[in-house]
């Protein structure tokens, strides 16, 4: 191998973080990103309502 390679690949190894498991991950995420959607792209909530809207769905989602 060369050793540039080898030097970035050990780098970016060093950076990698453990991603928790939680049920109904992909929903819990789809969720977030469509109140982030709907309050920071589209403006059609505020930022506070955004955050307790997303984690009571999220909450809901991996209760279940």
Do not use: C, H, M
Not at 4 to 21: E, I, M
Not at 30 to 52: C, M, N, P, T
């Amino acid at each position: 191998s060369t050793p540039l390679y080898s030097s970035a690949a050990s780098d970016v190894y060093k950076r990698q973080a453990d991603v928790p498991s939680i049920p109904n991950s992909v929903e819990a995420w789809q969720a977030f990103r469509d109140e982030y959607s709907a309050a920071v792209i589209f403006g059609k909530e505020s930022i506070d309502d955004f955050l307790k809207n997303a984690a009571t769905k999220i909450d809901d989602l991996v209760a279940e």
